[in-house]
């Protein structure tokens, strides 16, 4: 539809411009006057004006459109039949992924108290499968490590002391297991077992190959470490004075960069060192990335964040604070910003001379944050997806 090519566009683009802003306001007038449009095709525009197919997560669109095509009298009945045949044939891989993934996640929290964090591991395979979905590229390890990543998030947030923040990211920066003797026992034993889950996942990538295993201990450490960055802006009650300040600190803990490059490091050999060492400067495309998943998720769950916990600073608070402005008007210029980011996401997947497997997964990262955090945290209230998640898993086409 030429209100989904339109959200392809790029900076100063100012035809398609035009185009975005006259092909929305005419669909909204079509979907309004009951009627005008047959069921499916009502349907079919209610999706594109809510998220334009360019930046729709393809598994989930691929479950969607299916029974869609199934409709149409002018379908094909054979790429019908391939089409539900890879549906059904890459749900099963999912499926195995996942009870290996669950196995290993009841091992690694036995005998450790991890009540304080959100327990999430269908959808963070979900999340992943999301980014790479390739059923032949498995995404068990990339999940791994995401568990240890949204550990850090909810143990910085909400649960150690300062002191304790302290320690644990000095012991992880060094990773060093005497270090581990200052801190209280649950936290001196998840401590040991991630250092101890990492070094095997490490081993294993090594045993298969994997030119880029030594980074993983590398993201682990990252991000942990950008995570502890916010405990004194938490402290401080810091407010940052510009939206740009507080998204060089901000941007990080989205963890679309880390995403991005543990998908290119389950490639193995397929991407080079230069590819991944380039991701960790934050390049244009993880930048646009980063900045949609960083400023989407503060808008679905600043208030309630604000309000049930000490908890840094927003987007949204700042951009308030910036221009004065009341929370909706805050979010309306946040969501400017992040149609300023999908050009830049754009834009650099066009001029990038870099694999087009790498551009794919940083775009990916992208779709998947924007769906995650369409109309609530999905991650973390995730019931909101659990029909999603049941036609991922559960109900074959």
Same mark, same amino acid.
């Given at each position: 539809?030429?209100?989904?090519?339109?959200?392809?566009?790029?900076?100063?683009?100012?035809?398609?411009?035009?185009?975005?802003?006259?092909?929305?306001?005419?669909?909204?007038?079509?979907?309004?006057?009951?009627?005008?449009?047959?069921?499916?095709?009502?349907?079919?525009?209610?999706?594109?004006?809510?998220?334009?197919?360019?930046?729709?997560?393809?598994?989930?669109?691929?479950?969607?459109?299916?029974?869609?095509?199934?409709?149409?009298?002018?379908?094909?009945?054979?790429?019908? #039949?391939?089409? *539900?045949?890879?549906?059904?044939? %890459?749900?099963?891989? =999912?499926?195995? $992924?996942? @009870?290996?993934?669950?196995?290993?996640?009841?091992?690694?929290?036995?005998?450790?108290?991890?009540?304080?964090?959100?327990?999430?591991?269908?959808?963070?395979?979900?999340?992943?499968?999301?980014?790479?979905?390739?059923?032949?590229?498995?995404?068990?390890?990339?999940?791994?490590?995401?568990?240890?990543?949204?550990?850090?998030?909810?143990?910085?947030?909400?649960?150690?002391?300062?002191?304790?923040?302290?320690?644990?990211?000095?012991?992880?920066?060094?990773?060093?297991?005497?270090?581990?003797?200052?801190?209280?026992?649950?936290?001196?034993?998840?401590?040991?077992?991630?250092?101890?889950?990492?070094?095997?996942?490490?081993?294993?990538?090594?045993?298969?190959?994997?030119?880029?295993? #030594?980074?993983? *201990?590398?993201?682990?450490?990252? %991000?942990?470490?950008? =995570?502890?960055? $916010?405990? @004194?802006?938490?402290?401080?009650?810091?407010?940052?004075?510009?939206?740009?300040?507080?998204?060089?600190?901000?941007?990080?803990?989205?963890?679309?960069?880390?995403?991005?490059?543990?998908?290119?490091?389950?490639?193995?050999?397929?991407?080079?060192?230069?590819?991944?060492?380039?991701?960790?400067?934050?390049?244009?495309?993880?930048?646009?990335?980063?900045?949609?998943?960083?400023?989407?998720?503060?808008?679905?769950?600043?208030?309630?964040?604000?309000?049930?916990?000490?908890?840094?600073?927003?987007?949204?608070?700042?951009?308030?604070?910036?221009?004065?402005?009341?929370?909706?008007?805050?979010?309306?210029?946040?969501?400017?910003?992040?149609?300023?980011?999908?050009?830049?996401?754009?834009?650099?997947?066009?001029?990038?001379?870099?694999?087009?497997?790498?551009?794919?997964?940083?775009?990916?990262?992208?779709?998947?944050?924007?769906?995650?955090?369409?109309?609530?945290?999905?991650?973390?209230?995730?019931?909101?997806?659990?029909?999603?998640?049941?036609?991922?898993?559960?109900?074959?086409?």
């Amino acid at each position: 539809m030429l209100h989904d090519a339109a959200h392809a566009r790029t900076h100063g683009e100012e035809i398609l411009d035009g185009i975005v802003a006259w092909s929305k306001s005419r669909l909204q007038s079509l979907v309004v006057q009951k009627n005008l449009l047959e069921p499916e095709l009502a349907e079919e525009v209610r999706c594109a004006l809510e998220t334009p197919r360019f930046r729709r997560v393809k598994r989930v669109e691929a479950r969607r459109y299916i029974p869609v095509y199934e409709k149409k009298s002018t379908r094909d009945e054979t790429i019908l #039949e391939f089409a *539900k045949l890879d549906y059904n044939i %890459s749900q099963a891989i =999912y499926c195995d $992924e996942l @009870k290996e993934l669950t196995i290993w996640w009841n091992d690694f929290r036995l005998h450790i108290d991890l009540s304080f964090a959100r327990d999430r591991m269908v959808e963070l395979h979900f999340w992943m499968l999301g980014v790479i979905h390739d059923p032949y590229c498995s995404r068990i390890m990339i999940v791994k490590i995401f568990v240890f990543i949204s550990l850090f998030d909810d143990l910085m947030d909400n649960y150690s002391t300062t002191e304790e923040s302290n320690v644990f990211t000095a012991a992880m920066e060094r990773w060093d297991e005497q270090m581990a003797q200052q801190l209280p026992a649950g936290l001196k034993a998840l401590l040991v077992r991630i250092f101890n889950a990492t070094n095997k996942i490490e081993e294993e990538l090594k045993l298969q190959g994997n030119m880029h295993a #030594e980074l993983i *201990k590398k993201m682990v450490i990252n %991000s942990a470490k950008f =995570y502890h960055a $916010e405990v @004194k802006w938490r402290d401080e009650h810091f407010v940052p004075t510009s939206l740009e300040e507080h998204l060089q600190k901000s941007i990080p803990t989205s963890a679309c960069m880390q995403m991005a490059n543990l998908a290119l490091v389950s490639l193995g050999n397929v991407t080079t060192r230069e590819d991944v060492e380039w991701v960790f400067t934050f390049p244009k495309i993880i930048r646009g990335a980063c900045i949609v998943g960083r400023i989407a998720n503060d808008i679905v769950s600043h208030e309630r964040e604000q309000a049930s916990s000490d908890h840094v600073a927003s987007t949204v608070q700042t951009c308030m604070k910036q221009y004065n402005v009341t929370i909706k008007e805050a979010n309306e210029k946040l969501r400017a910003v992040i149609e300023e980011a999908w050009m830049d996401i754009v834009q650099d997947s066009l001029e990038q001379e870099r694999p087009r497997a790498l551009l794919d997964i940083a775009i990916n990262v992208a779709r998947v944050a924007d769906f995650m955090y369409k109309r609530e945290d999905a991650y973390t209230l995730s019931f909101v997806i659990k029909d999603i998640i049941a036609s991922m898993y559960i109900y074959s086409v």
